[in-house]
C-alpha cells in the first residue's frame, strides 16, 4: 500500500484472497479507487468470494464499478 501511496503508476490487484475485516475500504482510503482492480488470479478456484468482498464493502458504487472494471478498461485503453 506504502508503494501505491508513492507513485501514481502504482495499481494495486485484489487477487487471490479475501479481503475481509475492511481492507477494501481501507485501501480504498488510503489509496484511491483509481488504481484497485479486482482480479482472479486463480482459474482453480471459485472467483465469487473475492467479488463478494467488494461488492459487501462499504464503499460507493462508482468505487465499486472502477475497481470491477472501469480501472482496467482505462489502463489498458480497451475499447469496449
Aim: hydrophobic share 50%; glycine share 8%.
Amino acid at each position: 500500500m506504502r508503494l501505491a501511496q508513492a507513485h501514481a503508476n502504482v495499481y494495486m490487484d485484489l487477487a487471490g484472497d479475501v479481503y475481509t475485516g475492511g481492507v477494501v475500504e481501507a485501501l480504498v482510503r488510503e489509496v484511491g479507487t483509481d488504481r484497485i482492480m479486482f482480479a482472479s488470479d486463480m482459474t482453480w478456484i471459485d472467483p465469487r468470494p473475492q467479488l463478494g468482498c467488494i461488492l459487501d464493502a462499504d464503499i460507493s458504487p462508482e468505487a465499486k464499478a472502477k475497481i470491477l472494471g472501469e480501472n482496467v478498461v482505462r489502463l489498458f485503453g480497451l475499447q469496449i
